[in-house]
Each structure stands twice: as C-alpha cells, then as structure tokens.
C-alpha cells in the first residue's frame, strides 16, 4: 500500500520504486494467489493493474489514470461520497476476474511481459525454490 500512496502522491523523484514502472516491477513480483483471495486484496490488486495497463496502452494520460486511480480508492475508503462512473466496470465480476488472472499470467515465473519491460523473467526466490 505504502508504494501505491507514494505513487499516487507523484513521488517519482525520491525514488525510481514510485514510478509506474516501479510499481508495475513490485507487483509482477509478487505471488498472487488463485482465486479466491480476499476481498480487499482483489480489489486492490484488479484497480491498480487495471491502470497500469491503460497507461500501458496510453502513456500520455497517466496522469488522467492516477487521479482516477486516487478517486476509486478514496471512494472505497468511504473518503469520497461519488462513486466514479469508472469503478462498476473494472469491479464488474467479469472484468474483475479478467485483470486479476491478466496479473497472475504476468507475474508468473519465466513470464514474456517480465522480459518486455525489462525485468527478469524469473524472482530470485523463484529460483532457489
């Protein structure tokens, strides 16, 4: 979460992590369990893919993708009375289920994407294990 509030903070000058390839790297590093999963978790995880690869898609609206990004998560939060019209759609259970195993295949050990955007294609810890 602490990566995520940086991000949304715009920190990217205090630390390469802060950026969006940053927070894409950390997240295609981690194990993702299969379904199902908590519910915060997965919903957490399904927003924050689900803008990575829109900015992916169009770089020039990051900073569009990070207020809304800043918005759905405020709303969830109870810190934000209006629903933003983007939230129902990337929380639907179909999109829900479509971004999270869209992030587990990138995530996956010896994944292409990893190689893509510069990143090993495996975690040292994949490695030992």
Not at 8 to 25: K, Q, S, V, Y
Not at 89 to 114: C, F, H, K, W
Request: proline share 8%; glycine share 6%.
């Amino acid at each position: 979460m602490y990566r995520l509030q940086e991000y949304l903070a715009d920190r990217r000058g205090i630390d390469a992590e802060f950026t969006l390839p940053g927070l894409r790297g950390w997240m295609v590093s981690q194990p993702w369990p299969e379904l199902p999963v908590p519910q915060r978790l997965e919903c957490l995880s399904v927003l924050v893919w689900s803008a990575i690869c829109q900015v992916d898609d169009a770089p020039e609206r990051e900073g569009e993708v990070r207020h809304e990004l800043m918005l759905q998560l405020e709303f969830l939060e109870g810190g934000h009375i209006e629903q933003p019209p983007t939230l129902a759609q990337v929380l639907s259970e179909t999109a829900r289920t479509a971004i999270y195993q869209d992030l587990r295949a990138a995530a996956n050990p010896g994944s292409m994407r990893r190689a893509t955007w510069g990143l090993p294609r495996f975690n040292a810890a994949d490695k030992r294990a």
